[in-house]
């Protein structure tokens, strides 16, 4: 009778999700080996899923590193020259004007991304035996796989790597529009460094009249409103210690 009994396998979120989703390098991985009859060939196939997951790694990398580049790439349409010649004024209201718009895509990016992690992570929590560790670490392979590079075949998730690779654009030419604007703002500091230096020197100038040390050295004479506001605080202390010293007597 126990022959007969049929044994119920137990499926693990990341088995459900593999029967779901396939990924652009899981045949690196996957591929379907001969079951290993010696010790020499255990050892072959294990030096042979090494490289496979070399090969993974080093693709991700160049993929990543590729997101990285076109962040940071400066492309014509937000050149510099865009924002050259005009006041600074104009240059400052639109720094914030762009700081403003990459904030509002981050916050998209991270809205979109946990929206798409959801399930992922309610999965791991749910899976017996997976710490916390575990599961953010399951969760983060999703990310890079599915929704980060197109290893998604479910067509939400497709359309959400979609989204992902849009609003990532959009950052990247922000952040280069933003670079232009500093490239603007440094130019206006160099064109008008004398302006500059000559605000700094009045502002020299004002800290040390209002110091006090000008008067000290007799090198001014001393400001008669704020003499007679020292003149009235001191007063005000004196006759407060007087005061208290009436009190004092009282009590006695």
């Known amino acids: 009778m126990s022959d007969n009994k049929k044994t119920r396998r137990f499926v693990t979120p990341n088995d459900e999700v593999k029967e779901m989703l396939?990924?652009?390098f899981d045949g690196l991985l996957e591929q379907t080996v001969v079951k290993p009859e010696t010790e020499a060939s255990q050892k072959?196939?294990?030096m042979e899923k090494t490289s496979a997951q070399k090969i993974k790694e080093?693709?991700?990398n160049k993929i990543e590193t590729l997101l990285d580049l076109q962040e940071k790439t400066f492309t014509g349409k937000y050149a510099a020259s865009k924002y050259l010649g005009k006041s600074i004024s104009d240059i400052m209201t639109e720094e914030r004007r762009v700081n403003n718009y990459i904030q509002e895509i981050e916050e998209r990016l991270n809205s979109l991304t946990e929206e798409f992690l959801a399930p992922y992570r309610k999965a791991g929590n749910k899976t017996f035996g997976w710490n916390e560790e575990r599961v953010e670490i399951y969760v983060e392979n999703m990310k890079q796989r599915n929704l980060i590079r197109s290893g998604a075949t479910d067509p939400k998730e497709i359309e959400a790597h979609k989204k992902y690779m849009e609003l990532k654009e959009e950052l990247a030419q922000a952040k280069a529009e933003k670079n232009a604007i500093e490239v603007a703002k440094s130019d206006y500091k160099e064109q008008n460094k004398d302006l500059i230096q000559e605000v700094r020197e009045?502002?020299?100038?004002?800290d040390l009249e209002k110091s006090g040390l000008l008067e000290e050295m007799g090198l001014a004479e001393p400001d008669p409103v704020k003499t007679e506001e020292?003149?009235?605080?001191?007063?005000?202390k004196t006759t407060e210690s007087e005061e208290q010293t009436d009190e004092s007597n009282i009590s006695e």
């Open 202 to 206: 009045r502002n020299r100038v004002k």
């Open 58 to 60: 080093s693709l991700t």
């Open 230 to 236: 020292e003149s009235k605080e001191t007063e005000e």
């Open 44 to 46: 072959l196939q294990q």
């Open 22 to 24: 396939s990924g652009k």
